[in-house]
């Protein structure tokens, strides 16, 4: 059950990214600083678990859940393909943390791409 839950969460997504991509809700051009708006919301709707929050569902709207399923989708994906960084061990959720915490300028992040941005969270460089 758990599994068909998390494949209909993974096909909603997609959808509704798709949705939000034709309509340009996600400025593809400025991938950093939307990733970590995109962060931000997943630590706004998890707790420090990694678990939805009480109510999540009911305080969150289509476009946070966007940003946010964006930030999992992207955090998880370059978890499974990564290299080169074979003693980190974070988790999508941590990534998202530091990622969602940077102290980086708007200027840094229009000059810093979405792959660095990510490798560090991951390796912790």
Request: one cysteine or more; glycine letters at 8%.
């Amino acid at each position: 059950m758990i599994l068909n839950a998390r494949v209909t969460l993974v096909l909603l997504s997609f959808v509704l990214s798709a949705h939000a991509f034709a309509r340009s809700d996600i400025p593809i051009g400025n991938g950093s600083s939307f990733l970590v708006s995109a962060c931000q919301e997943v630590v706004d709707i998890y707790d420090k678990h990694g678990q939805a929050k009480l109510l999540a569902g009911q305080r969150t709207s289509l476009n946070e859940g966007i940003r946010a399923g964006y930030c999992m989708g992207v955090t998880k994906q370059y978890r499974e393909h990564a290299r080169g960084c074979g003693f980190a061990a974070r988790s999508w959720f941590e990534m998202a943390e530091i990622i969602a915490h940077t102290n980086m300028t708007e200027s840094q992040l229009k000059r810093t791409r979405t792959s660095e941005i990510l490798k560090e969270a991951y390796c912790g460089l």
